[in-house]
């Protein structure tokens, strides 16, 4: 289901803008959806919050009649963090099949440090269910890319069944006025903006495409700490109360009943160097001495459970591994572990669909300007390969005997993809056919060698003989 924004600017119900593809954005429009992403930025922002610590526990005012503890486990951080390390860890393997174009586009990538980007994007997917990448050209006509998050970018769609991009927008506020200005790409022209949408210039857009990607886990753009702020919050809350019931035992009151104390010259108890928490009385109804401390409901056991109930039920939902939990320790085999990691995997899988088909387009942009490699226009998507490779404890001799396995029935760069080891298939072939070349070249040195001190010692006995 759609709803309008303003004029023909619609929004879907996973907060994807949706344009008109036959009229230009109007600044009325432009404005409206800017507005409208802000308004989503407070989400952004909580769900930032979250992941750094900045939890809703913190907020609020202080009790100061009794213990307050404000605890934060943050928790948010270590989900993005381990889903991330899993998926991204090992960085994916991109390549093309002819030689030169792949050397090519691996410059490219190494020259702008794409896999830490890349790992960027997947975080940020991870925290607010969505990220972007945009390509430029630099001063020096080189094919750049930038990670920009959903808090001040935007993805524009058409109104056809394919939904593809119609434009890209950056903004920002101008720390002075206050004033919003920014960049709107199209696949023609990228224009300047200021105000309310009110454009200022433009230039043409050499990639003849909307220079930018979005980059998202799943079609809902529900980022991990969607799924589980509320339990986030149940848990520093109770694990908040759990520390001031500790500092409430801590100061607990002591009882002196039925017992006379010393008094000084004046008359006065010294209960001054006892502390101030004491409740004393001389006199006893029962006529029974009767000296400790108050006695406190003990909730431990329920607080205790509770605090687990909420940590199962976090990283149940979340679908994220608990790595510390007991079910990890021992001496599980691979098969069992990887039972155990099943639903982050799938998670994961998901994700690498996602990822795959925006790696594709966004360097499907780059190939037709011919910065990054020269591939043929009808080979942009078939040429393009992509290996992502979890990243879990791995063992090599396992590895190495399902490559061996291979041999002979898939193609010795299939076979050496399987190898974590091995960063560039292509690359570790071409390395094994110069070993193998120097092995033959060597082999024949060493052939001619011995071929030279054969006829030298032939020479040397038909000269003795001759003698």
């Known amino acids: 289901m759609e709803s309008v924004i303003s004029g023909k600017a619609l929004m879907t119900k996973n907060n994807t803008f949706i344009y008109d593809k036959d009229n230009d954005i109007s600044a009325d429009d432009l404005s409206a959806m800017i507005s409208k992403n802000e308004s989503l930025s407070n989400d952004y922002n909580r769900d930032y919050n979250y992941y750094v610590g900045n939890h809703k526990v ?18 948010a951080s270590e989900l993005v963090d381990t889903f991330t390390g899993y998926f991204m860890g090992i960085p994916p393997k991109i390549t093309l099949d002819d030689d030169t174009q792949n050397d090519n586009l691996q410059h490219w990538l190494d020259m702008n440090s794409f896999q830490d980007k890349l790992a960027e994007v997947s975080k940020q997917s991870d925290i607010y269910g969505r990220s972007y990448m945009l390509l430029y050209q630099d001063e020096q006509a080189n094919t750049k890319v930038a990670v920009l998050p959903p808090t001040n970018a935007f993805m524009i769609y058409d109104d056809t069944v394919e939904q593809l991009p119609l434009a890209f927008v950056r903004y920002g506020r101008d720390a002075e006025t206050n004033e919003i200005n920014g960049t709107l790409y199209t696949a023609a022209e990228i224009k300047s903006f200021s105000g309310n949408g009110v454009f200022t210039d433009s230039q043409i857009n050499v990639f ?44 607990a009151y002591l009882k002196i009943l039925g017992m006379q104390l010393p008094k000084d010259k004046n008359g006065n108890v010294k209960l001054d160097m006892l502390g101030n928490q004491i409740i004393y009385s001389p006199d006893n109804m029962n006529g029974n001495v009767d000296v ?4 406190k409901p003990d909730g431990d056991v329920m607080q205790e459970n509770y605090l687990n109930r909420l940590i199962d039920n976090i990283y149940q939902v979340s679908m994220v591994s608990n790595l510390r939990d007991e079910a990890f320790s021992g001496n599980s085999s691979g098969v069992a572990i990887q039972y155990k990691m099943l639903p982050m995997q799938n998670m994961a899988a998901t994700k690498e669909r996602k990822f795959t088909q925006a790696l594709r387009n966004l360097l499907a942009v780059g190939f037709k300007l011919g910065t990054i ?64 070349k120097d092995g033959i070249l060597q082999n024949i040195d060493i052939q001619n060698q011995a071929m030279k001190n054969m006829e030298g010692a032939e020479d040397e006995k038909n000269t003795e003989e001759q003698a």
Do not use: C, H, W
């Open 373 to 436: 490699a020269e591939v043929p226009e009808d080979e942009l998507y078939s040429a393009l390969k992509f290996k992502f490779t979890r990243n879990m404890p791995r063992n090599d001799a396992d590895e190495a005997a399902t490559a061996a396995t291979l041999n002979g029935i898939v193609s010795k760069e299939t076979q050496l993809s399987v190898l974590s080891i091995v960063d560039d298939p292509k690359k570790e072939i071409e390395r094994m056919q110069e070993e193998e």
């Open 58 to 75: 913190l907020k609020g005012r202080r009790n100061k009649l009794r213990p307050d503890n404000r605890i934060v486990a943050n928790i």
């Open 292 to 295: 400790g401390f108050l006695e």
């Open 208 to 251: 003849q495409n909307v220079p930018a990607i979005e980059f998202f886990n799943n079609e809902e753009r529900l980022s991990l700490i969607d799924k589980v702020n509320t339990l986030i919050d149940a848990y520093d809350k109770a694990l908040s109360q759990k520390a001031n019931q500790v500092e409430y035992f801590d100061n």
